[in-house]
Structures are given as structure tokens and as C-alpha cells.
């Protein structure tokens, strides 16, 4: 069973910069593709950024320009950089893992088989 584990949340203000990090256990297939998810209380899970192993990557229009997606194939982990935070962006993030997705459902939740278990992003003002 493929597992996740998030770290790197935090309490930051606006402004600031945080990364986030996702390991996985294993990748178990070619057309791996790992993504960032958020929901904020009150709010449905939301699509962040998303990256195949092969290096395409996509965002969200919340976040372009500010997020940036990557990857340590020699560590299994995928990265996320996010920078000139807002309050906005106050959410728990979840990474997310697949072996089979096409690339036009990396931003679709249901899409995804494997998730972890979240980390807490908290932007004051």
C-alpha cells in the first residue's frame, strides 16, 4: 500500500514563503503523478498544483506565479514551494498520488488513489 506523509506546515504571515514536502513510499507505476490539494474550514477540498514524473506540471489559477511544484526522484518526494502567502491560503494541504491518470484529470480529487494524511498552512495578517 502506497503511503504519504506531508510535513512542513506551519504558522507564517503574509508574505512569507513555506515548503511544503511529500514522500512517498513508493511510485508504482511510469505516469506516477503526485499533486497538492487544500480546504479551508467551511470549504470543499481545492486543487493546488500537480506534477507527472515526467515533469508536466499544472496549477491552479489561485496560485500561479506564486507556488511552484518539484520533485526529488531520488527521494520519492515531491515539493511544494509557496511564496508571497495570503491569508487565503489558510487550509489544510494534502498531497495526493496516482499511478494512471491522464493529464487532463491531475486537477480532479476523485481522481487520485492515495492521499496523506494533511498539514496545516495557518497565513496571519
Known amino acids: 500500500q502506497v503511503q504519504l506523509v506531508e510535513s512542513g506546515g506551519g504558522l507564517v504571515q503574509a508574505g512569507d514563503s513555506l515548503r511544503l514536502s511529500c514522500v512517498t513510499s513508493?511510485?508504482?507505476?511510469?505516469?506516477?503523478?503526485m499533486a497538492w490539494f487544500r480546504q479551508a474550514p467551511g470549504k470543499e477540498r481545492e486543487f493546488v498544483a500537480a506534477?507527472?514524473?515526467?515533469?508536466?506540471?499544472r496549477y491552479a489559477d489561485a496560485v500561479k506565479g506564486r507556488f511552484v511544484i518539484s520533485k526529488d526522484s531520488a527521494k520519492n518526494t515531491v515539493y511544494l514551494q509557496m511564496n508571497r502567502l495570503a491569508p487565503e491560503d489558510t487550509a489544510v494541504y494534502y498531497c495526493?498520488?496516482?499511478?494512471?491518470?491522464?493529464?487532463?484529470?491531475?486537477?480532479?480529487?476523485?481522481?487520485?488513489?492515495?492521499w496523506g494524511q494533511g498539514t496545516q498552512v495557518t497565513v496571519s495578517s
Open positions: 513508493e511510485r508504482t507505476s511510469s505516469n506516477w503523478a
Open positions: 495526493a498520488a496516482d499511478g494512471n491518470l491522464i493529464l487532463s484529470s491531475l486537477g480532479t480529487a476523485n481522481q487520485y488513489d492515495y
Open positions: 506534477m507527472r514524473w515526467s515533469g508536466a506540471t
